[in-house]
């Protein structure tokens, strides 16, 4: 028993309606296998560092927003509008990003 609780505490099960889940997103796991296969560091480096900005922008718009892509939710502030290309210049050369 927990210091300064009299009784028990117990699970409280939830009903499946009122269950939030999580949307399932995408790893990205597969669109970087094909270049793990024969690929050089040239062309794997600018690959995952495009991959994990791409990402870094997708969390902090579900932030912004109060919600995930496809969510539905009563805290949602904001909705999504499709994407816009941007060009990010590095010194491991161009990438190319989309930002919501």
Do not use: C, W
Not at 12 to 18: K, L, N, S
Not at 42 to 51: D, F
Not at 52 to 67: D, P, T
């Amino acid at each position: 028993m927990l210091q300064g609780v009299d009784k028990p505490f117990s699970l409280v099960r939830v009903p499946p309606q009122t269950r939030r889940t999580k949307p399932k997103t995408d790893s990205g796991a597969s669109a970087l296998a094909p270049l793990l296969d024969g690929s050089t560091a040239g062309e794997l480096i600018p690959e995952m560092v495009r991959h994990g900005l791409q990402q870094l922008i997708e969390l902090e718009v579900a932030a912004v927003l109060g919600a995930e892509r496809h969510e539905r939710s009563d805290d949602r502030l904001g909705y999504r509008n499709g994407y816009r290309p941007r060009n990010l210049a590095t010194q491991i050369g161009d990438i190319d990003l989309m930002i919501p």
